[in-house]
């Protein structure tokens, strides 16, 4: 047996990183050849210790350090599955396994915080024996400003729950009857939110519903963008629940996506898994997660962004031809093929064969 260390610490996480966290740690508990010859153990906050099995080990986010020493001399594979980890432990036979999501840090840092990720980042990825990444751009991102000292990075796509199979509620502040067009992520500067502000005034009958975080002081940017008389159409909603989330995908228009910094961009997905029309940015990892199944702005300036939505809502159905296509798409990105992947990494990094 092969014993395996794997960061779900940010498991509460109302993040990308949490979303991972609640999809992964459950389905890899239970991968029964795994368990012939692998053992877990997996580092999580302190109230889901035994939450996936009593034949996994726990360690607690809160105590790590403590919790982990017993371990030390037994510990194969280490698997700090995000970039922003606390702790992880190095020592002889240990081999040091790093998930890199993106290098956002390059766009949205500077001065000293800039440099400060452009030293830590670098060396993260020299002690570490293996290195996946989300995506073919943060593949070739990482590759083009970090140097890998001949370490060959495996992308591995994330995967996307079954939302579609959830259960659904509506928000309070969505009416009965509004038509709507739905953005969700986090409210700050590099998810370029603005550009959406003024292409509103060409869809008079719709509202738009900026669903996330929105502590940032972009929030207040894009506040002071929202005119008077519209302050009742444009809302940024704040953090939805899971069943919110699911019942806008389920009704709106379409998901509008101009972002311009992206790992990997989960929300695209789910809203194809619901028929939900995409327009996106051409940025980032977007047109490789979306492929041909989005429509994308080639200008922000407001009214040939509107053109690009109305064109693509005048030809879309949600149970047409082409939301098929995207659904049955989306479907390849899911979290039984995610874990199968990191399963066979750690059989080959730990050098057993299955």
């Known amino acids: ?7 779900f610490s940010n498991l509460d996480d109302l993040s990308g990183f949490g979303e991972i966290a609640r999809n992964y740690a459950p389905r890899l508990a239970k991968v029964s050849d795994a368990l012939l010859t692998l053992h877990f153990i997996f ?6 210790k035994g939450e996936f099995g009593s034949h996994i080990d726990y360690v607690s986010r809160e105590h790590l350090k403590r919790d982990i020493k017993p371990y030390a001399h037994h510990i194969d594979l280490w698997h700090a599955t995000h970039q922003q980890f606390k702790y992880r432990m190095h020592g002889k036979g240990i081999h040091q396994l790093l998930t890199v999501h993106d290098l956002n840090y390059l766009h949205e840092k500077h001065g000293i915080h800039l440099l400060k990720h452009k030293l830590k980042m670098p060396l993260m990825i020299r002690r570490s024996d293996t290195v996946t990444v989300i995506s073919e751009y943060v593949k070739h991102d ?10 060959e990075l495996q992308v591995i796509y994330n995967g996307i729950s079954d939302v579609e199979q959830q259960e659904q509620r509506k928000p309070a502040f969505a009416g009965d009857t509004d ?7 986090q409210v700050r500067e590099k998810k370029n939110l603005h550009t959406l502000i003024p292409v509103m005034q060409y869809f008079p009958q719709h509202k738009l519903f900026i669903c996330g975080a929105n502590h940032w002081s972009y929030a207040d940017t894009l506040r002071a963008l929202i ?9 940024l909603t704040g953090k939805i ?27 695209v997905l789910e809203a194809m898994r619901f028929g939900t029309k995409v327009f996106s940015s051409r940025y980032s990892c977007l047109p490789e997660v979306c492929a041909c199944h989005a429509s994308y702005w080639d200008s922000y300036a407001p009214e040939a962004m509107a053109q690009v939505v109305k064109e693509g809502l005048a ?31 750690y059989h080959k990094l730990t050098g057993i064969s299955r």
Request: net charge negative.
């Open 315 to 345: 030809s879309w159905s949600r149970d047409g031809a082409e939301a098929e296509a995207a659904r049955t798409y989306s479907r390849t990105f899911n979290y039984d093929r995610y874990t199968e992947q990191y399963v066979s990494l």
């Open 227 to 235: 005119a008077p008389a519209d302050r009742e159409r444009i809302l």
């Open 241 to 267: 629940a899971d069943d919110e989330k699911c019942w806008l995908y389920a009704h709106a228009e379409a998901l509008l996506f101009p972002s311009r910094l992206e790992g990997f961009g989960i929300p």
């Open 142 to 151: 990482v590759e083009a400003h970090i140097p890998l000292l001949n370490k």
């Open 43 to 48: 580092i999580v906050p302190e109230r889901h």
């Open 179 to 185: 038509k709507f067009f739905l953005c969700i992520g």
């Open 1 to 7: 047996m092969k014993t395996v260390v794997v960061d």
